[in-house]
């Protein structure tokens, strides 16, 4: 991940240089794109985009104007597959999307108006873990399994405490473990576990009686 960034910052600063020595030779506006060619490969500077190619003559990173408008960077590997991708859904929040060596989709980092979050995703794009904040505006990590069922939760629950809940392979809650608000509990510990339907089997709160 290091050198991903430091990859990136490079990039960024050669291009920044390159703009500001085009701008002091008085180059005026071209119709085509700046072509600049050398060993290590070729640079293409246009209306909107810059694109790097490789000497191989794929490319592996490219600069442009995205869907709505967006600014969108994205990095290939030396086979010309996607690896990462960074630019703003339709509601103008970032994202930044990692992909693997076949160029499938296997981790999305997203912002939005309630916060932000952190998501993973198998090989047939099914996605496996859920990491980040709720509509509710509280923090949770929620877990799938390879056919995107949910397998556990681990977070807050609506009265602000911990919560941990397990379901089966049949999307029944088995184990709920957090605060319990009844029974005379204010907040004290509990354990609940369940039938493979999820029907209620036993419990038992931590309240000292």
């Known amino acids: 991940m290091k050198n991903y960034f430091n990859g990136f910052i490079t990039s960024t600063c050669l291009t920044a240089s390159l703009f500001l020595f085009v701008g002091s030779q008085n180059v005026k506006t071209h119709s085509g794109p700046i072509v600049i060619t050398s060993e290590e490969g070729t640079t293409k500077i246009g209306g909107g985009f810059i694109e790097i190619d490789g000497p191989s003559g794929k490319k592996i990173f490219d600069v442009d104007v995205g869907d709505g408008n967006h600014g969108e960077l994205t990095v290939y590997n030396k086979n010309g597959k996607r690896t990462s991708k960074v630019s703003a859904n339709g509601d103008g ?84 473990i957090g605060a319990l608000y009844s029974s005379g509990n204010f907040g004290d510990g509990f354990v609940s576990l369940h039938d493979r339907y999820g029907e209620y089997g036993w419990h038992k709160s931590g309240k000292n009686d």
């Open 93 to 176: 929040d970032g994202y930044i999307k990692v992909y693997n060596e076949l160029g499938k989709k296997v981790i999305d980092i997203k912002s939005s108006s309630f916060g932000g979050f952190f998501s993973t995703y198998n090989a047939n794009n099914k996605q496996t873990s859920y990491l980040g904040t709720f509509q509710n505006l509280k923090g949770g990590l929620m877990t799938y399994n390879e056919k995107f069922d949910l397998t556990s939760f681990l977070g807050t629950s609506d009265q602000s405490d911990g919560k941990i809940s397990i379901y089966n392979n049949q999307g029944n809650s088995i184990v709920q």
